[in-house]
């Protein structure tokens, strides 16, 4: 398996899943962080070297230590790799940051005890149910399709076929579930998607060419579990289906195959707290997609350009200026290349979808001004998925909350919800922004944002 997972040579997709997933995100540190404005006066949210200036400062004012924390170590906190720092360190924290208590930042002992040589042994038999207990904590949108990802088939009992009309059928059904999955219809994919996988799972093809194509088709239905997974704020899930996703595409030998799954890895690293490895791992399967993809085509350059945003993407999040603009430019070259936007191997790459990243990039990096701009120039006219439409009128609303026009924030989500309802009540992401708009807005328009989360199902 690639080394993009994990860096234990452990075997088995769920203990990579939890080795990623034992890395919470510390959110409390980066939004505490974020609601600061820079003290450059551009009017940016602070930057993790300018936090780490800060702290850097003031222990040196009340403590005269010299200390050197740097934007490297507050990404690790922020990623969850280190939660409790040293007691002065959590002081200045608490001082720069304005927070009373520790819990604020999330900053918690974290220390884990040393197992005995029984406890490991047993370790294993635990690790079995612990698939068991993601059922158990799953939303229930998402329960039958990670019941489904829980139940491993038995393949001794599974029939060879060499109908190419079996796996022509079951393509057709994984081409209707992403059709919905694209459109916004999540209610719709998640309920059609379980029956689906299981069907793949107990379909053994009897020749190696139908079971290149049965593995392709596998390895599809499976990027699209990942992505409704993270739709549902099921990041370890997901990752256990970009991981089956990966495998079934290797197998299949087909170079789009794995780009395509190798993406849905990337979307799964970046919300597991990668950023980092998200990026890497973009650039990596675009460079080999060009090696090994042969004459260039609509479908290998869409899939190209699709890395290269998500690359960028990844690298705004891992505060990588230089990279993500140097990634949004190469990608930006391939639109103009493809000359116009349409959805060829379900990336909806084209240059329009270029400048929805580039508004998404200045999101992340704190330009709100920036992504304003871009914004009011972008003509979704050609933009045909409901669900990319509500994607960037989300960035759009966290551009204004950054920038603090909660009024503006408040009519894009409105907004996005008319391009795709699902998107906007169904994600706890969007949930947290109609929040702050409730928590930091206008006493008017905190109680309109109230009213509005009711009005969806939100509970604020």
Known sequence: MPAYWSESNEPGEVRRAVALHDEVPNDMLMRARRRLRSPSGSGREMS???????????????????????????????QGRHRWPQARRRDAFREVLGAATDAELGFYINRRARRSRAEEADGDVKRRTLL??????????????????????????????DSHANVDSLN??????RAAYQSGRYATAFAQLPGLINELQTVVPGTEPLQRRWQTV???????????????????????????????????????????????????LLASGHPGRAAHLAVTAAQQLERTAGAPSIDSLSLYGALLLRGAIAAARDEDRQLAHDLLDEAATVGRFVGQDG?????????????LHQVAVAVCLGDAGEAIDIASHVDLTPIVLAERKA???????????????????????????SYAPEEVRSRRSVHRLIGEIAERGPIRLQRDARAYGVSIGVLL
Request: avoid cysteine; charge should be negative; charged fraction near 15%.
């Open 48 to 78: 993790r070297q300018e936090l780490a200036d800060a702290v850097n400062r003031y222990l040196w004012s009340r403590y005269h230590i010299t200390s050197e924390l740097d934007a490297t170590y507050i990404g690790h906190l922020e």
């Open 132 to 161: 068991q207990q993601f059922v158990a904590a799953a939303s229930p949108q998402a329960a039958s399709l990670v019941a489904t990802l829980t139940a491993y088939p038995n393949r001794d009992s599974a029939a060879g076929t």
């Open 172 to 177: 057709g059904r994984v081409v209707k579930v």
């Open 218 to 268: 596998t390895a599809e239905a499976y990027q699209v579990a990942s992505g409704l997974l993270l739709k549902a704020d099921e990041a370890a899930l997901a990752l256990v289906a970009a991981d089956r996703s990966i495998t079934a595409a290797h197998a299949s030998g087909s170079p789009l195959s794995i780009g395509s799954s190798a993406r849905a890895v990337v979307h799964t």
């Open 343 to 355: 959805n060829a191997h379900w990336t909806a790459f084209g240059p329009t979808n270029v400048e």
């Open 391 to 417: 994607a960037f009128v989300i960035d759009v609303a966290h551009a204004f909350t950054q920038w603090g026009k909660y009024d503006k924030a408040l009519d894009a989500v409105r907004t996005a919800e």
